[in-house]
């Protein structure tokens, strides 16, 4: 009989569903594969604040808390561009998280933005500090920053005897229906959707496998896959990749002043805005290119709150939004680009 150790070490996260966007069927493969790559990922230097929808006086263990406030500044500690911060009132947050007996699972990235502010967009569903309870919590707070599960990277070259995967996923300790398996393991991500060309059976977005659920590569077929426990040095790479360290110096945008961005793919520019007038203001950006734009406010320290934002990508736009700021106080505008075409690159300007 298994331990309840092992039980739990054969518990999957549940995914639920990545929205994907409806893009124009004449989009150039360029832009499509920008867009899908990065439309999840947030804007870096977002503070991504998190609070727990149970509150800390309903039952739950102390040290189950705590363990996933060490995850998150596992995450941050790598010296991302991204910062974490726990939140007491629920709605004033990003993420939220419970511990319903409901598996363990995240949205994706922003998706985390398309769910009611009284819903969870994260949970947790057997204990988070063991070993296996903590490498979960380092896999569903990499899906809250934009990682997808590594074993469905279309790179990966796996071959499931999907038959038994079914069998086995259908039984204990996950009694999933086979839409869940397909859509958590045996369906394929697109190539537009993953960075890089390579497999990381290290990562902590990893599954591990049993023998007898995977026909090739022929290594993992009787040796099974053992279930990472730790973020793997890909994951770290990718994740600073991401979300660099911002620059502490950051120029100031003027008003009727355009700025020319010259971004890459997933490259951001960032700005101050300082008005000297309290009115409204329109921002916008100038040229052939799809773009994430997002407004913050100081609000005191390193603290930036969320001010509006627009994106644009995948339109026959360009992006623009209006809004009131008052003299004297710091803005800081974020700018981070999924692609450029054409002559002339691309700017940004507030008037």
Not at 244 to 251: A, D, E, G, N
Request: hydrophobic share 35%; net charge negative.
């Amino acid at each position: 009989m298994a331990t309840q150790q092992e039980e739990t070490a054969r518990r999957y996260c549940a995914q639920p569903p990545q929205r994907i966007p409806e893009l124009p069927p004449d989009l150039s493969l360029p832009r499509t594969r920008a867009i899908l790559a990065n439309r999840s990922k947030w804007v870096n230097g977002t503070q991504v604040r998190y609070s727990f929808l149970d509150g800390t006086g309903n039952g739950v263990a102390k040290a189950w808390l705590t363990e996933v406030h060490n995850g998150f500044e596992e995450w941050e500690s790598l010296g991302i561009g991204l910062r974490f911060r726990p939140e007491d009132n629920p709605p004033e947050s990003e993420i939220r998280i419970t511990f319903a007996d409901d598996g363990s699972w995240s949205y994706v990235g922003t998706d985390c933005l398309g769910i009611g502010s009284g819903e969870a967009t994260m949970n947790f569903g057997w204990d988070p500090t063991t070993p296996y309870g903590k490498a979960t919590v380092r896999h569903e707070i990499g899906h809250a920053i934009g990682f997808c599960h590594e074993h469905q990277n279309p790179f990966a070259g796996i071959e499931w005897d999907e038959d038994e995967v079914y069998r086995y996923m259908a039984g204990s300790p996950n009694f999933w229906p086979r839409e869940t398996t397909y859509h958590n393991i045996i369906r394929k991500l697109s190539t537009h959707q993953v960075a890089g060309s390579k497999w990381d059976v290290k990562s902590v977005m990893e599954y591990g496998f049993e023998p007898g659920l995977i026909k090739t590569p022929e290594e993992y077929r009787n040796a099974g896959i053992p279930s990472p426990l730790k973020l793997s040095d890909q994951d770290k790479e990718y994740v600073r990749t991401w979300y660099p360290p911002l620059s502490p110096h950051v120029p100031e945008l003027k008003p009727f002043q355009s700025a020319v961005l010259g971004l890459g793919t997933g490259e951001q520019a960032d700005f101050e805005v300082v008005p000297d007038a309290s009115q409204t203001y329109r921002f916008g950006t100038f040229g052939n290119a799809d773009v994430k734009m997002v407004l913050f406010e100081a609000a005191g320290g390193e603290d930036l709150r969320f001010v509006t934002g627009e994106d644009d990508s995948g339109e026959d736009r360009n992006g623009r939004f209006e809004v009131k700021l008052f003299a004297g106080r710091r803005y800081v505008l974020r700018v981070r680009m999924y692609s450029t075409w054409g002559a002339g690159g691309a700017s940004v300007m507030y008037w």
